[in-house]
């Protein structure tokens, strides 16, 4: 039957077995193409795997030794000079995967706060406000429309390479569509409920922040785990470009010095940086909406 439920037990007995079946069929993979070549490092063994996963966590000493070459690969044939610094100093400091995180996370966080901030202030206003609504819905519908990736250029141009392109571009890219979902959510609020804030005495403001945000919340937070996919992906393409520093800048670098042992656990970490702030959004839509969550089951 379609949609019919299936059991706790039934379901993690699945999510296991896929599990096991991807994995398998990778040890199988990298076991026929190191059969052809045995040097292959494009499709690493664990053994390989776990070399990339040292190289990353690697002491800062380890990893300045090899950056000088990293660097070289990145930089051929281009008219860029990079050089390391060797002035910071810490446990972390210097270890590939705490710089990168460090990096990509900061910009990430940065241009979605902002992102959706703006876009969810703007929305509610349009939603709220059926003028406004008129006169920004046609500009926000094309620039939502906008490839941000394909804009970068513009970006570069008008907010150089540091941290401001990057929040500038990602929050560009969410902004659009957050205006224009959360206009929708508003508008869509039922009007019994509002009339009844009215009823009350409310001011429109009161009912805007006791009536309206708190029944749109939990889908903003559903929205806000949505642009996570999108963001990363502004972000990454950025950071191959022109950063010094970060996820897509690292995998730029050992891709070119045919490092993929270090290249897919760079992916694998990113992938749950990502898991891990949906999970954390989740979280924060359960304490502060219990309600939303009884209602979809």
Not at 38 to 44: C, L, M
Request: net charge neutral; with cysteine; charged share 15%.
């Amino acid at each position: 039957m379609i949609g019919q439920a299936i059991s706790h037990r039934s379901r993690l007995v699945c999510s296991i077995l896929s599990v096991v079946l991807l994995v398998a069929g990778y040890a199988l993979l990298a076991d026929q193409q190191h059969r052809k070549n045995p040097n292959d490092r494009t499709i690493p063994t664990w053994n390989q795997l776990w070399e990339g996963v040292l190289y990353l966590t690697a002491k800062p000493e380890v990893s300045r030794s090899d950056e000088a070459d990293l660097l070289a690969a990145a930089l051929a044939g281009a008219e860029i000079s990079a050089e390391v610094d060797s002035t910071r100093e810490g446990f972390l400091e210097h270890r590939i995967l705490w710089e990168a995180s460090k990096a990509t996370l900061g910009r990430l966080f940065g241009g979605l706060m902002l992102g959706l901030g703006l876009g969810v202030l703007a929305g509610v206003l349009m939603g709220c406000f059926l003028k406004l609504d008129a006169v920004a819905s046609p500009i926000m519908y094309f620039a939502s429309r906008i490839i941000p990736t394909a804009a970068m250029p513009i970006f570069f141009k008008m907010a150089g390479i540091d941290l401001e392109m990057y929040v500038a571009m990602i929050t560009f890219g969410s902004m659009p569509i957050v205006t224009l979902s959360v206009s929708q959510y508003v508008q869509t609020y039922p009007c019994e409920l509002r009339y009844k804030a009215y009823t009350l005495g409310a001011s429109h403001a009161e009912v805007i922040t006791t009536a309206i945000m708190p029944g749109i919340l939990p889908k903003i937070f559903d929205l806000a785990i949505l642009m996570i996919g999108p963001a990363l992906v502004y972000l990454i393409a950025a950071e191959q470009i022109v950063a010094g520093e970060g996820f897509g800048y690292r995998i730029r670098v050992l891709t070119k010095a045919t490092r993929f042992e270090a290249v897919y656990p760079l992916i694998v970490i990113l992938t749950v940086y990502a898991g891990a702030i949906t999970w954390g959004l989740k979280w924060l839509q359960h304490r502060l909406c219990p309600w939303y969550n009884q209602e979809r089951r």
